[in-house]
């Protein structure tokens, strides 16, 4: 047990350290390079970039994740629709669930508006970025997890989900993040594969980013971007797990090890 608790600090503190080395090491060049300290959105979108590329090849280098085309050779079509359709169906809902929990400090929110309304960033939000933390905490944390720590699996997947969380570092997403680790840690559980959760965290991303883009005011709540109508909102989260619940039912069905 103590190895699996010092494998998964290791897992966590070298995602951290590649992060905040990654983010310093670029805001000093730029500012080197160019005399410019400001933080914009392009030398975020850098960050992230390089953040991510380099997290999934010392992950990969490392052995620490185990990758693998079988899943893929299956063809598992159906399934990534599925697995789409389910982020769809997640975001009304847990935004609704959110706002009815005591409001959280949004720590990272300038950043996130810098980034999401960025041109040039949708490669690393929409695709980097899912790729780089699927590898780190469904192909190395969790698997570690399930591997190692022989107990219902639903307690591994809960971690794994809780420290998917806390890396946020940013309060107000937090109860976002863990709901999605718990349905993405399930998903790496019945095919001991990241391709389903990928596509999730792909179109989750994708679709906060379309949003971010397209409304005036994102992160307004529920209510307000419907109307001012609670009826309305109401009716949105219904519609919305009318989405969602035959979308998981639909993954308990198709997830498997291939």
């Not at 494998?7 to 992060?19: N, R, T």
């Not at 185990?66 to 389910?86: H, K, N």
């Not at 949003?211 to 992160?219: I, Q, R, T």
Request: overall charge positive; glycine content about 6%; proline content about 5%.
């Amino acid at each position: 047990m103590k190895k699996t608790v010092f494998d998964i600090v290791a897992y966590v503190m070298v995602f951290l350290a590649i992060q905040s080395g990654v983010y310093y090491s670029v805001l000093e060049l730029w500012r080197v390079c160019s005399g410019k300290s400001d933080i914009s959105s392009l030398k975020l979108t850098v960050c992230m970039t390089v953040f991510s590329l380099l997290t999934i090849g010392v992950f990969w280098a490392a052995r620490w994740f185990r990758g693998s085309r079988r899943y893929l050779q299956s063809r598992p079509w159906f399934t990534a629709f599925w697995c789409g359709m389910a982020a769809v169906g997640a975001l009304i809902p847990s935004q609704w669930l959110q706002e009815q929990l005591p409001a959280l400090p949004n720590w990272a929110e300038d950043a996130l508006g810098k980034i999401l309304t960025d041109q040039y960033s949708y490669m690393a939000v929409g695709l980097l970025v899912p790729i780089a933390e699927e590898v780190v905490f469904r192909g190395a944390v969790l698997r570690t997890l399930l591997e190692r720590w022989r107990v219902n699996h639903w307690w591994p997947i809960a971690v794994s989900a809780l420290l998917f969380a806390l890396v946020h570092g940013n309060p107000a997403q937090m109860p976002h993040a863990f709901l999605a680790g718990l349905l993405l840690g399930w998903m790496f559980y019945r095919t001991g594969s990241i391709v389903p959760g990928v596509v999730f965290h792909w179109v989750n991303n994708s679709v906060a980013y379309v949003l971010c883009n397209l409304l005036p005011a994102p992160d307004a709540p529920l209510v307000t971007l419907f109307g001012g109508s609670e009826r309305h909102v109401h009716l949105a989260v219904i519609f919305s797990m009318c989405i969602l619940l035959p979308s998981i039912y639909q993954l308990s069905l198709r997830l498997k090890r291939e």
